[in-house]
């Protein structure tokens, strides 16, 4: 497991980490800075430590190779028909880390009744379609849902899968990376590649003072979500060339599906 | 009926607590309190109870102090109390908190778990469904309604959606995650304070968990921090003081230099 510790040599207690450290985890006791319980392992302190007492000692989670995970993947949200704004936009942001990648961009499109937005998505730029219908996602239940994007990144095993955080995304996601047990940055306000090709998420904490940088290095795919309005709506291309749309047939057992929605009101 | 609350100590100041100087988060002499939204999930809790007789057991994963936390909720009215805490759990990201949270959970058996929509120092609102699925139990988010059926058997849940609500039926046990819109929570009373620092805590360490160690701690957490920083603050604007007619004159050419418009 990862461990924080303290080199009493190096530490003179400066008390410098006791400022840095975001969550408030560190004292100095007799001139030497004592780490507490809560610490998280951020690694402000190992970085900015004058005197480099502080060292974090990582493990891999695993050594399995992750170059077969492949492609950019964004989750169309879709409702009674109509895209969400938030999937579009989320587009844009997918071809400029396709672009430093050169890996291709795939979307998922689930729904019922919905092959009409085939065509609305054929002038994003987009490599494939992940078409999938069936009654039984007509409206968002969190076990439909979450069975058809799980069966789906299994098989094709994209590197980053982006999902708009809006209250579907929200409980979408979580529960979709639990089942994968891959890593979930929730709410990025930024998203990029790092040299080493790492997505890199940028997203607020502690109410938005301060901004945290996040890596999952070693779980496949890659998951974020994006709140609305962070990035620009891409703007389709008349001329690009249309994607390869692959149907897939939802086995979706309807004993699977716990929740059973009444009723709904709302703008549609 | 037995309920479970899911509670997390955080900061009272979420907001502006920046050295001016030094950029970074000033957290001396801020107080810990129950993260907000997770009164709404005690006090559902403790309403349910109340209404359907049961017990109300509340869980927090935390450093040590955070039993001061889960002293309030027991103030509140909770039964009971779990402190799950252990060095070994430092550097859990939510994932690895919701695996640690479910082990003592599942032993608990309870028919309903209640968590907050979010936390308001991380606000990432993904404990609650990742805990739901290693539960492998049903999860309803953003609930605003809460009605059970009179078999005690199922839930009846108004949940927000990006649009409007939906009325959504469902078996017990289920894991939902409430709103703020909720209920009003209660002031701990006099007696029920008194009352909470008598009672114990049950404190329960990574050995008494059968956990798998890979999936605990900073270990068992796919996601890494390996930067903070104080975002930058934004362009103050520019104000124009002058008459109407030559303020306006002003700012559209303001806005024909920016091509704003």
């Known amino acids: 497991m990862a461990e924080i510790t303290v080199d009493i040599n190096k530490c003179n207690g400066c008390g410098k980490c006791v400022n840095l450290c975001p969550f408030n985890q560190i004292i100095i006791v007799d001139r030497l800075a004592i780490i507490e319980v809560g610490c998280t392992m951020c690694g402000v302190c190992q970085e900015l430590c004058p005197t480099g007492a502080i060292t974090i000692k990582r493990e891999r989670l695993s050594n399995e190779d992750y170059s077969n995970y492949r492609g950019i993947w964004v989750f169309i949200e879709q409702l009674q028909g109509k895209i969400k704004p938030v999937s579009l936009e989320l587009l844009g942001k997918a071809k400029e880390l396709a672009n430093k990648l050169n890996q291709e961009i795939a979307v998922v499109l689930a729904g019922d009744k919905i092959s009409h937005l085939v065509k609305d998505l054929s002038s994003y730029e987009i490599h494939k379609i992940y078409l999938v219908e069936s009654q039984a996602l007509k409206r968002y239940t969190t076990d439909a849902y979450t069975q058809v994007l799980v069966s789906l990144v299994s098989q094709y095993k994209p590197n980053i899968l982006l999902i708009g955080a809006t209250n579907t995304g929200r409980d979408l996601a979580p529960r979709v990376a639990a089942r994968l047990r891959v890593g979930l940055t929730a709410d990025c306000t930024d998203l990029d590649i790092t040299d080493e090709g790492y997505l890199l998420q940028t997203r607020p904490a502690f109410g938005g003072n301060i901004m945290a940088q996040i890596l999952c290095k070693y779980t496949r795919p890659q998951m974020a979500t994006v709140r609305s309005n962070v990035f620009k709506k891409f703007i389709p291309c008349s001329n690009s060339q249309p994607p390869e749309i692959i149907k897939i047939e939802a086995k979706l057992n309807p004993l699977s599906i716990r929740t059973k929605i009444t009723s709904h009101k709302g703008n549609y | 009926m037995k309920i479970v609350a899911c ?147 199922k839930i009846i849940l108004h949940r927000e959606t990006d649009d409007g609500y939906e009325i959504i039926q469902c078996k017990l046990p289920v894991l939902i995650t409430v709103l703020k819109i909720l209920n009003e929570p209660r002031y701990p009373s006099i007696r029920g304070i008194l009352m909470a620092k008598k009672k114990e805590i049950k404190i329960v360490k990574a050995a008494d968990l059968k956990a798998d160690p890979a999936k605990l701690g900073a270990d068992g957490s796919p996601t890494q921090v390996v930067n903070i920083f104080t975002p930058q603050q934004h362009q103050k604007g520019k104000i124009v003081k002058l008459e109407p007619k030559d303020a306006t004159k002003e700012i559209i050419n303001f806005l024909q230099d920016e091509k704003i418009f």
Do not use: W
């Open chain 2, 7 to 153: 509670i997390k100590q955080v900061p009272e100041i979420s907001e502006v607590m920046i050295d001016p100087k030094t950029h970074t988060l000033k957290r001396e002499g801020v107080p810990s309190i129950v993260n907000p939204f997770d009164e709404n999930a005690v006090e559902e809790g403790l309403r349910i109870k109340e209404k359907y007789s049961g017990e109300l057991i509340v869980v927090t994963m935390g450093p040590p102090q955070a039993e001061e936390a889960l002293r309030r909720c027991l103030a509140m009215g909770a039964d009971e109390a779990i402190l799950i805490s252990d060095k070994v759990f430092a550097g859990s990201d939510t994932l690895a908190t919701a695996y640690t949270l479910s082990l003592v959970i599942k032993q608990l058996k309870p028919d309903l778990i209640i968590c907050g929509k979010q936390a308001i120092d991380g606000d990432t609102a993904q404990v609650g469904p990742e805990l739901a699925e290693q539960l492998a139990i049903s999860q309803i988010t953003y609930v605003k309604k809460v009605e059970i059926s009179e078999d005690k058997k």
